[in-house]
C-alpha cells in the first residue's frame, strides 16, 4: 500500500471522528428531494474532509460525490464517495451508520474503503490484494444452506413501496434464518465481507453505497452477480445479488424467480 493509500484512510477515519463528534445532536441542516431525504452538518464536514485530500493528493482524479456530485477532470479514474452513509440511522442516533469510499479505474473498483465510526472498524481492498478489517485479513462465511442464512437487504429511498414489499415478502417467505435492513448497505457489505451474514440483495442503491462493499465483498471471496445470475456488466450496476459463493448464492437466486 503506497503512502497515499494509507494517508487516504486515515483521513476517512478522520471523517469518521468528525461525525462522531455530532452524533447525539441536532444537526439536520436540509431536506434534499424528500422528507427521508436529507443532509446534515455531519455529511458536510466528513465530505469537505475527504475532498479536500483528494483534491491535494489525486488532483487529476474525477470525484463522485454524495452531496457535492460529479467533478470531472476527464480521468479514467473516479474517486465514488458517500461520507455519510445511513445519514437517517445517524439522526435517529442508532449506530448503523458508515463512510465509504471506493476508486474507479474505468468501470471497474480497484480500491475501497468503509469505515464505522461508532465502533472504530475499518475495512479496506485492493484490487487482487485481499480484503481487511483494522489491518487483519477477512473472509466471506461458510454457510451453505438457506435456512441457516442471514441474508441482508437495501433499496433505494426511491424504491416504489409496492415493489420494496413484494422483494421482502418474498425473502421472508423463503424459509432464511433472518431478513436483515439496517438502512446502510454500506455498513451491511462490511458483514458479509467479513462473515457476519451470508448474503445481501441490492436493488438500485446509488453507486456511491454500494461500490466500496462490491470490492469488499470480491476480495473476501465472495460473489456478486445480477437478479439473472450472471456476472454484473461493470462495477458501476446498482442491482445486484452477493453471497458468500457457496451454493447459498443460488438459493438466493431462486426467490426471484418465483
Same mark, same amino acid.
Given at each position: 500500500?503506497?503512502?497515499?493509500?494509507?494517508?487516504?484512510?486515515?483521513?476517512?477515519?478522520?471523517?469518521?471522528?468528525?461525525?462522531?463528534?455530532?452524533?447525539?445532536?441536532?444537526?439536520?441542516?436540509?431536506?434534499?428531494?424528500?422528507?427521508?431525504?436529507?443532509? =446534515?452538518?455531519?455529511?458536510?464536514?466528513?465530505?469537505?474532509?475527504?475532498?479536500?485530500?483528494?483534491?491535494?493528493?489525486?488532483?487529476?482524479?474525477?470525484?463522485?460525490?454524495?452531496?457535492?456530485?460529479? =467533478?470531472?477532470?476527464?480521468?479514467?479514474?473516479?474517486?465514488?464517495?458517500?461520507?455519510?452513509?445511513?445519514?437517517?440511522?445517524?439522526?435517529?442516533?442508532?449506530?448503523?451508520?458508515?463512510? =465509504?469510499?471506493?476508486?474507479?479505474?474505468?468501470?471497474?473498483?480497484?480500491?475501497?474503503?468503509?469505515?464505522?465510526?461508532?465502533?472504530?472498524?475499518?475495512?479496506?481492498?485492493?484490487?487482487?490484494?485481499?480484503?481487511?478489517?483494522?489491518?487483519?485479513?477477512?473472509?466471506?462465511?461458510?454457510?451453505?444452506?438457506?435456512?441457516?442464512?442471514?441474508?441482508?437487504?437495501?433499496?433505494?429511498?426511491? =424504491?416504489?413501496?409496492?415493489?420494496?414489499?413484494?422483494?421482502?415478502?418474498?425473502?421472508?417467505?423463503?424459509?432464511?434464518?433472518?431478513?436483515?435492513?439496517?438502512?446502510?448497505?454500506?455498513?451491511?457489505?462490511?458483514?458479509?465481507?467479513?462473515?457476519?451474514?451470508?448474503?445481501?440483495?441490492?436493488?438500485?442503491?446509488?453507486?456511491?453505497?454500494?461500490?466500496?462493499?462490491?470490492?469488499?465483498?470480491?476480495?473476501?471471496?465472495?460473489?456478486?452477480?445480477?437478479?439473472?445470475?450472471?456476472?454484473?456488466?461493470?462495477?458501476?450496476?446498482?442491482?445486484?445479488?452477493?453471497?458468500?459463493?457457496?451454493?447459498?448464492?443460488?438459493?438466493?437466486?431462486?426467490?426471484?424467480?418465483?
Amino acid at each position: 500500500m503506497t503512502n497515499k493509500f494509507k494517508q487516504l484512510i486515515k483521513t476517512v477515519e478522520k471523517s469518521g471522528q468528525l461525525i462522531k463528534s455530532y452524533y447525539g445532536q441536532n444537526v439536520m441542516t436540509g431536506v434534499k428531494s424528500s422528507a427521508i431525504d436529507f443532509v =446534515t452538518k455531519a455529511d458536510l464536514a466528513s465530505e469537505a474532509n475527504i475532498l479536500k485530500f483528494i483534491r491535494k493528493n489525486f488532483s487529476t482524479y474525477n470525484i463522485l460525490s454524495e452531496e457535492e456530485g460529479l =467533478t470531472d477532470n476527464k480521468s479514467e479514474y473516479t474517486f465514488v464517495l458517500d461520507p455519510l452513509d445511513g445519514t437517517i440511522n445517524f439522526h435517529k442516533n442508532l449506530c448503523f451508520f458508515a463512510v =465509504t469510499l471506493a476508486l474507479l479505474k474505468g468501470d471497474e473498483a480497484i480500491f475501497a474503503v468503509t469505515h464505522n465510526p461508532l465502533n472504530g472498524q475499518t475495512y479496506y481492498a485492493f484490487k487482487n490484494k485481499g480484503a481487511y478489517l483494522n489491518g487483519k485479513r477477512i473472509y466471506v462465511s461458510k454457510t451453505s444452506k438457506l435456512n441457516q442464512a442471514m441474508v441482508g437487504s437495501s433499496w433505494a429511498w426511491r =424504491t416504489p413501496k409496492k415493489v420494496a414489499r413484494k422483494m421482502m415478502v418474498k425473502m421472508l417467505n423463503s424459509g432464511m434464518t433472518r431478513l436483515l435492513n439496517t438502512w446502510s448497505p454500506a455498513w451491511e457489505f462490511c458483514l458479509l465481507a467479513s462473515g457476519q451474514i451470508d448474503a445481501h440483495v441490492n436493488y438500485d442503491n446509488d453507486l456511491y453505497d454500494n461500490l466500496a462493499g462490491k470490492l469488499l465483498i470480491r476480495e473476501a471471496g465472495g460473489k456478486i452477480t445480477g437478479f439473472d445470475g450472471r456476472p454484473l456488466k461493470n462495477d458501476r450496476v446498482n442491482s445486484f445479488i452477493a453471497s458468500n459463493n457457496t451454493v447459498l448464492h443460488k438459493q438466493v437466486l431462486n426467490i426471484f424467480k418465483k
